[in-house]
């Protein structure tokens, strides 16, 4: 499945923004979906994961009542709402997609888009 995150852009504390990944080339519901970021200098971290069918959600600590992940089959989309943002959360965002058991570590993880900042200004 290809990927194709857009929908960061530049916020100022507090704000928020939705970011939308959109999928193509294979069946979009075989897949778990998640959202990573990447901040300079920093590792990648898990943000937010949901199950094939949306019965699942988890999220990092970090998000947790701020974010939510959730996606459209019928669109082949999943999204991030993200309120209450903070400068801690600018990082660069990816979506990606798991074809086998679902997980939040990244590496269950085998297809990625090609990311989408996201800076959130004090």
């Known amino acids: 499945v290809q990927l194709q995150a857009s929908g960061g852009g530049l916020v100022q504390a507090g704000g928020f923004l939705r970011l939308s990944c959109a999928a193509s080339?294979?069946?979009?519901?075989?897949?778990?979906m998640g959202w990573f970021r990447q901040a300079p200098g920093k590792e990648r971290e898990f943000v937010a994961s949901?199950?094939?069918?949306?019965?699942?959600?988890d999220y990092a600590d970090s998000v947790k009542g701020r974010f939510t992940i959730s996606r459209d089959n019928a669109k082949n989309t999943v999204y991030l709402q993200m309120i209450s943002l903070k400068p801690e959360d600018t990082a660069v965002y990816y979506c990606?997609?798991?074809?086998?058991?679902?997980?939040?570590?990244?590496?269950?993880?085998?297809?990625w888009g090609q990311g989408t900042q996201v800076t959130v200004s004090s």
């Open positions: 080339g294979r069946t979009f519901s075989n897949y778990h």
């Open positions: 949901i199950t094939w069918n949306g019965g699942r959600t």
């Open positions: 990606a997609g798991a074809g086998g058991l679902y997980q939040t570590t990244d590496n269950a993880y085998d297809a």
